[in-house]
């Protein structure tokens, strides 16, 4: 059963798609206690910490062979960034709005797979996309792309929907780049790599206190939520290398 789990791309993808809605939700849940980027950089620790577990146990190698660094280290950051921008976008648009502007990414990364891999992209592929496109609209509301113009653009809500876009493009280009490293790079690798760029992307919002000054977090049930969070996270990155 595991193997058949572990073989299956289609039930991979959408576990991960579940378990990032899961730290989406913990996010928005813990960010009305702390700062976001303080969320972000704890969580990025606590999911380096696990990988280096999961790597050690494994086996495996914790950074990488030399050779693969030049792409590694850009992987990981487009890891990282696309954390750091959906976190971003949750505390300025809020959990519905920010988590369907970063499932937009299937988009982009069909267009990237056809400009970079050479996929088919055919009537099936153009459905496909308006179907996700469409589905965006139905979870932030039927009306939700007609509404747009409605909507008062304050500087708030543009940041928050360009880092909302930004952390599906970063997402697209994160998987893209996986799919070129292959087999030859461990997912526990490629994962370390994304929650060092995870908790250094987020350490210069979190120390000039934006969005709010850092707190010392002592109460038990949130710091049970952060880690419950964070494991989340750390499984499904882990899926999807």
Not at 126 to 152: E, M, P, Q, Y
Not at 186 to 208: C, N
Request: net charge neutral; glycine share 10%.
């Amino acid at each position: 059963m595991l193997k058949f789990f572990w073989n299956s791309g289609i039930l991979l993808a959408a576990t991960m798609a579940f378990l990032f809605s899961l730290d989406s939700l913990v996010t928005a849940k813990v960010s009305e206690t702390v700062p976001i980027f303080e969320y972000a950089v704890a969580g990025g620790v606590i999911k380096w910490a696990i990988t280096l577990v999961i790597n050690t146990a494994s086996r495996e190698s914790i950074f990488g062979r030399r050779e693969d660094l030049h792409l590694l280290i850009p992987t990981g950051f487009c890891f990282g960034g696309f954390l750091i921008c959906l976190y971003g976008a949750l505390g300025l648009l809020g959990l519905v709005e920010a988590v369907g502007l970063f499932y937009m990414n299937p988009v982009l990364s069909a267009i990237i797979g056809r400009l970079a891999f050479k996929d088919p992209f055919g009537p099936p592929s153009i459905l496909g996309l308006a179907l996700v496109v469409w589905g965006v609209g139905l979870v932030n509301g039927s009306s939700f792309w007609f509404a747009l113009k409605d909507v008062t653009w304050d500087l708030e809500r543009i940041i928050g929907t360009i880092l909302g876009a930004c952390s599906a493009l970063f997402a697209a280009m994160a998987f893209a780049a996986t799919r070129g490293l292959g087999d030859r790079v461990a997912a526990g690798t490629i994962s370390t790599w994304a929650f060092i760029a995870q908790t250094v992307l987020g350490i210069p919002p979190m120390l000039i206190g934006y969005p709010s000054r850092m707190v010392v977090v002592s109460d038990i049930f949130t710091i049970a939520i952060i880690v419950m969070g964070s494991l989340a996270a750390c499984i499904g990155e882990v899926f999807v290398c």
